[in-house]
């Protein structure tokens, strides 16, 4: 029988052409590493595509993603930890 590892690598792409800026690649690569007993997971999130004024309104956002990105992050370790 085979062996099957699991992934240590998550990556979500979403196309923003689709959406309500009309353009940009949202790309969210998850981390996944064993430590011990634990699993760290740490994210690592790309916008690329942006012009013009969303490209301003987008860096100008930045630190706001950034903090609702670690809320997720927190609520997402709060669900795994707390599931039944």
């Known amino acids: 029988m085979k062996n099957l590892n699991e992934p240590d690598k998550i990556v979500l ?4 052409s689709k959406g309500t800026t009309g353009k940009g690649e949202y ?6 590493t064993e430590t011990g007993d634990k699993t760290e997971v740490k994210l690592h999130g790309e916008i690329k595509g942006l012009t013009g004024f969303a490209k301003l309104l987008g ?9 609702a990105t670690a809320k997720d992050m927190d609520a997402l370790k709060n669900y795994l930890e707390n599931r039944s």
């Open 13 to 16: 792409y979403c196309d923003g």
């Open 59 to 67: 860096k100008l956002m930045s630190g706001t993603f950034k903090k």
């Open 27 to 32: 790309i969210y690569t998850y981390l996944l």
